[in-house]
């Protein structure tokens, strides 16, 4: 005899409540049994408790317990009718029982019909019945989900591996000076697994201490599920990224220790504005008490360039190369240098809203300076490649949906790498083009601000330029998804990235 064939009635007229036990034997629908603490099913429960990732944004995953299989007898919807409901099924009160559903004794079971054999049925029906059942057992399958996120990593990963092997492959045509094998690769991938393995043990622990993501209500509402999400991702990465250029360049390199200083300086600025944020106001650090300290810095980096000998191939300081010469600012280069660190620093402020876009964005930058800066001295060019390592080594927590965000300790403290790493070469022009990305997030923001004290002051009313300022949240309301917004972040920075490379090399 073929095994029964659960059926549920979905009629608003029609409703059988029918539930199970082990035994066989009706029970009530709000009696459950208590689970033991030595259940299995708690002992998976607390094994996979242990940070992951991936595990992470499936758990985040909103419709991930809509694509779970309930595994059992067909389910079959008969809509109750007036005349002849079943035409084609045989009930019988005497077979008709309740059996225990396949998920387990604490889940309701099915009523349990005869049906008609498929001998007695018509060629026609059997057919169709037999299709229904293989549709219906494999409805509950799970999707294959696709994680953007995971995609838009390893594809930089690729790009930038091969664009620094091509960089060690010739580079001593550039250098006119023979090169360690692998020179700016072999820094890149080991801070990429440090930094990667360091958000094991960092993520786990501002989960702990509870250093959640404050999240102000001027954003689009979709922002307020990451709220929970930890946040000062930059000291678990950013000192990886240092300490492997340290022990990778082997000497002591003036240029390295500088600007590893002037990295940690503005870590320490934007940590300090991530802890008052945790504080009742909520506010953060005062945004012009921030800018004075950026800008001291910078003056700082700047005094100490006027007093120090660099190794530079250059005759005399204070140059700027350009693609048609060197031009001598003098005393301006002690100007610029601030101005540079201040809207660095901003730049990749304003830019760390959405899930990857800066760490991405920011590790680009970071490999075409290193293409850059690797004529003018070296040892600054591998300090580049670890930073950038340690950046895609941070995208594994922080891709798409993110399990931490960086904060401001780890935006300001790659503005000011990136920031030192120019000053100290004198490449303004190429970080400009490298840096693309943030410089269109600054510009939107003028733009907007600028356009609408216009439009208040001769037309009466202020109008907006774009719907929300920065750049990326425009987008973002615009409809486009936010993992196309960071793919597409991702080719302008990569096509800007090496045209500012090769604006660098043909300036060197």
């Known amino acids: ?125 059997a057919l169709a019945k037999a299709s229904r059942r293989i549709a219906l057992r494999g409805k509950g399958l799970r999707r294959h989900r696709i994680y953007p996120g995971l995609i838009l990593n390893f594809a930089l990963i690729i790009f930038a591996t091969m664009v620094l092997l091509i960089v060690d492959w010739c580079g001593w045509k550039i250098v006119r000076l023979p090169l360690a094998p692998f020179f700016l690769t072999s820094p890149f991938l080991i801070s990429l697994i440090l930094a990667s393995c360091a958000g094991y043990v960092g993520v786990p622990l501002l989960r702990l201490f509870k250093f959640h993501e ?29 300490a492997v250029a340290r022990f990778a360049t082997g000497v002591y390199s003036v240029e390295v220790a500088a600007t590893a200083a002037a990295t940690f300086a503005f870590a320490a600025i934007g940590l300090l504005d991530d802890a008052l944020s945790f504080t009742k106001r909520k506010s953060g650090m005062d945004p012009w008490l921030r800018l004075l300290l950026e800008a001291a810095v910078g003056i700082w980096f700047s005094f100490w360039l006027d007093t120090t000998k660099l190794s530079s191939p250059y005759g005399m300081k204070m140059l700027v190369p350009l693609p048609l010469g060197l031009l001598c600012l003098g005393k301006l280069y002690l100007l610029l240098t601030p101005i540079c660190f201040v809207s660095m620093g901003k730049g990749v402020n304003l830019a760390d809203g959405l899930d990857g876009l800066v760490a991405g964005t920011a590790a680009l930058a970071f490999i075409a300076m290193s293409v850059v800066v690797l004529p003018i001295c070296p040892e600054l060019s591998i300090f580049g490649a670890a930073m950038a390592g340690a950046c895609v080594g941070f995208l594994l927590h922080n891709q798409y949906k993110a399990a931490v965000i960086m904060g401001d300790t780890g935006s300001s403290a790659l503005g000011g790498a990136l920031a030192a790493m120019a000053a100290c070469t004198g490449m303004f022009f190429p970080l400009f083009i490298a840096s693309g990305f943030f410089v269109l997030e600054v510009s939107s923001v003028v733009m907007q601000v600028l356009y609408f004290k216009y439009t208040k002051q001769y037309e009466g009313s202020g109008r907006r330029l774009f719907k929300m300022v920065p750049l990326h949240l425009h987008m973002e309301l615009c409809g486009h998804k936010e993992p196309m917004i960071v793919a597409c972040a991702y080719v302008v920075s990569c096509v800007l990235a090496l045209f500012a490379a090769y604006i660098g090399l043909i300036s060197a």
Request: hydrophobic share 35%; no cysteine.
């Open 1 to 125: 005899m073929k095994p029964p064939v659960a059926m549920r009635f979905h009629s608003p007229s029609l409703h059988l409540h029918h539930f199970s036990s082990p035994t066989g034997l009706p029970r009530s629908p709000k009696r459950r049994a208590s689970v033991p603490v030595s259940s299995p099913r708690l002992r998976v429960s607390a094994a996979s408790s242990f940070y992951f990732p991936i595990r992470f944004q499936l758990k985040r995953s909103r419709n991930a317990q809509k694509r779970r299989r309930r595994p059992g007898y067909d389910v079959v919807k008969v809509k109750a009718a007036d005349d002849d409901p079943f035409d084609d099924w045989a009930i019988d009160d005497t077979m008709a029982g309740y059996i225990v559903s396949s998920d387990g004794e604490y889940s309701d079971g099915d009523l349990a019909l005869n049906s008609l054999s498929d001998e007695d049925l018509p060629l026609e029906e």
């Open 214 to 242: 404050v999240v102000r209500k001027i954003g689009p509402p979709k922002y307020m599920r990451k709220k929970r999400t930890p946040t000062m991702g930059g000291l678990f990465f950013v000192p990886v990224g240092i």
